[in-house]
């Protein structure tokens, strides 16, 4: 784990505009953070990111401010996401929303099929010679990883639709940032935000999204269409739906930390209105 002494940009808009609708209506509000690339920046293995030691206190800090209206919605597995903030826990949706747990407890959990394990192995098995690409095993879902092997990506993308098709009408494809994953097709960020939103705990509030990826963007249009905010995090990578761009994780941490604070300690914040 890590600590970083995080600056805002002056293109952080959206981060300064965030911060003080946390700050100034804490009841309003109901937050959804992403966590790769949006809480924690990426890292050339999934296994090798790194977690700020403060992070886990300020989210928690945050979801105190909000009534704990804040939940985690992420490509990782619930289990693995709680690993990571441990020992703190938050309502959660993982494996892009098939996974939730929600505000009381009360859990949804993805189960492979003996199929869909077979097929995992398989994938192993015919992509052992892609030298750089990493199958990550979650479960109920797997990805495909090639940022240590760019080139490969469109040898690996036609594998990956084929497995999706072999999986059956109970998995889809979904494409990242240097990554394909076949997934539970049943739910999606959108999904889980909704089903958020009508727990008690976030119920009349305004949904903020926050996230980096094309998964992300389910729900960045439900929180458009219900009346929030949405925040794409890092470079314009592709055509997105956010209504708003904030420069990297580490604005994105600040913000939390400025929040968590409870006073506009971030210098610039507290002019943006």
């Not at 995080?6 to 959804?32: G, K, M, N, T, Y």
């Not at 099929?113 to 892609?130: C, D, G, N, S």
């Not at 990493?134 to 036609?158: C, F, Q, S």
Request: with cysteine; charged share 20%; net charge negative.
């Amino acid at each position: 784990m890590q600590d970083d002494d995080e600056q805002l940009q002056p293109s952080d808009a959206a981060i300064r505009h965030l911060v003080r609708r946390l700050l100034d209506e804490p009841d309003r509000w109901a937050l959804f953070l992403d966590i790769d690339g949006t809480l924690i920046d990426l890292a050339v293995t999934p296994d090798a990111i790194q977690v700020p030691l403060s992070l886990a206190a300020n989210l928690s800090a945050v979801s105190s401010r909000l009534g704990g209206a804040l939940a985690l919605v992420t490509g990782r597995s619930l289990a693995y996401a709680d690993e990571l903030f441990a020992p703190a826990r938050f309502p959660i949706a993982g494996l892009h929303g098939a996974e939730l747990r929600a505000a009381d407890g009360k859990m949804t959990v993805a189960r492979a099929t003996p199929a869909f394990e077979a097929l995992k192995r398989r994938l192993v098995e015919e992509t052992a010679w892609m030298e750089g690409v990493l199958i990550e095993d979650k479960g109920a879902a797997v990805a495909a990883h090639y940022r240590l092997a760019p080139a490969l990506d469109t040898a690996l993308e036609t594998i990956m639709r084929d497995f999706a098709d072999t999986a059956g009408p109970d998995w889809t494809l979904q494409p990242g940032k240097m990554v394909f994953e076949v997934r539970p097709s049943r739910a999606s960020k959108g999904d889980a935000v909704a089903s958020f939103l009508d727990q008690a705990s976030f119920a009349g509030r305004l949904p903020i999204a926050v996230g980096d990826d094309l998964t992300d963007e389910s729900m960045f249009a439900l929180a458009n269409a219900r009346g929030g905010q949405s925040i794409r995090v890092g470079s314009l990578s592709h055509a997105t739906c956010a209504l708003a761009r904030a420069s990297s994780p580490s604005a994105v941490r600040t913000a939390l930390a400025t929040v968590a604070a409870g006073e506009p300690a971030v210098s610039g914040v507290a002019a943006a209105r």
